[in-house]
C-alpha cells in the first residue's frame, strides 16, 4: 500500500530564517505531487505541482519554491520567512495524469514569529 | 470554469441523528466530484469518490452521497451521526487535465459538530 509521509509535523521558526519541509511518498512510483497551503479559518490552497523530477509548476508567486529532486520526494523551501507565511502545509499525490483523486499527508503546522 | 459551495459553514447535529451536508458544484462537462474530511491538525482524509459510474456513491464510515446532475449537486449524508464525525468536510471537484495535471477545485469547508 502507499504511504505519504511528511516532516517536521509542528515548526516554530523566526521572521526572516529559512525553511524547508519535506514530503515522500511510498509504495507508488513516478507519482503526481501536490503542496498546499491552509491558514487559518481558510481553504486550501494549491502552491506547487509536479509531474516528474525536476519538473514544478507556480500556481501563485509567492516567497516559496519547491523542489523535486527524487521520484518520490518533495520539498517546499523559502530563503526568508514572512509572517504570511504561517499555516497548515499539506502535501499531496496521485497515481498520474489520469487519476483525479489525491491523497494527503498528515501536514506540517508553520508557525513564523 | 469549475467551481464548488459547500451552502453551509457550520452545521450542528445531535449524535444519533442524520448529517446533511450541502454541496453544489458548477463544471462544463461530466465532473469527477469528492468528499474529503479533515480532523483538527491533520491531513485530507478521502471519504467517496464520483466518476461518472453510480450516481449514489458509498463511502467510508457509513457516508454516502447522491450525484444529480439536474440539481448539479452532490450532497454528503450520513444516516446516524457519531461523535468521531466532528470534523471539517470539504467538497472537491475535478478540474480539467493540462499537461499532465489534474487540478482539484475545493470548496471553502463545512464544520461539522456533534453533541451528545
Redesign the interface.
Known amino acids: 500500500s502507499q504511504t505519504i509521509h511528511?516532516w517536521p509535523a509542528t515548526l516554530v521558526q523566526p521572521v526572516g530564517s529559512p525553511l524547508s519541509l519535506e514530503c515522500t511518498v511510498e509504495g507508488t512510483s513516478n507519482p503526481?505531487l501536490y503542496w498546499y497551503r491552509q491558514a487559518a479559518g481558510?481553504?486550501?490552497q494549491?502552491l506547487f505541482?509536479s509531474?516528474g523530477i525536476g519538473q514544478i509548476?507556480s500556481e501563485v508567486p509567492q516567497n516559496l519554491s519547491a523542489s523535486r529532486p527524487q521520484d518520490r520526494q518533495f520539498i517546499l523551501s523559502s530563503k526568508k520567512l514572512l509572517l504570511s507565511d504561517s499555516g497548515?502545509y499539506?502535501c499531496?499525490w496521485?497515481r498520474?495524469?489520469?487519476?483525479?483523486?489525491?491523497?494527503?499527508?498528515?501536514?506540517t503546522?508553520l508557525t513564523v514569529t | 470554469a469549475q467551481s464548488v459551495t459547500q451552502l453551509d459553514s457550520h452545521v450542528s447535529v445531535s449524535e444519533g441523528t442524520p448529517v446533511l451536508l450541502r454541496c453544489n458544484y458548477s463544471s462544463s462537462y461530466s465532473p469527477s466530484l469528492f468528499w474529503y474530511v479533515q480532523h483538527p491538525n491533520k491531513g485530507l482524509q478521502l471519504l467517496l469518490k464520483y466518476t461518472s459510474a453510480a450516481t449514489l456513491v458509498k463511502g467510508i464510515n457509513g457516508f454516502e452521497a447522491e450525484f444529480k446532475k439536474s440539481e448539479t449537486s452532490f450532497h454528503l449524508t450520513k444516516p446516524s451521526a457519531h461523535m468521531s464525525d466532528a470534523a471539517e468536510y470539504f467538497c472537491v471537484v475535478s478540474d480539467s487535465v493540462s499537461g499532465g495535471y489534474n487540478k482539484l477545485i475545493f470548496g471553502a469547508g463545512t464544520r461539522l459538530a456533534v453533541h451528545p
Open positions: 511528511q503526481n481558510r481553504g486550501l494549491l505541482y509531474v509548476s497548515f499539506l499531496a496521485t498520474g495524469q489520469w487519476s483525479y483523486e489525491q491523497y494527503f499527508g498528515p501536514g503546522r
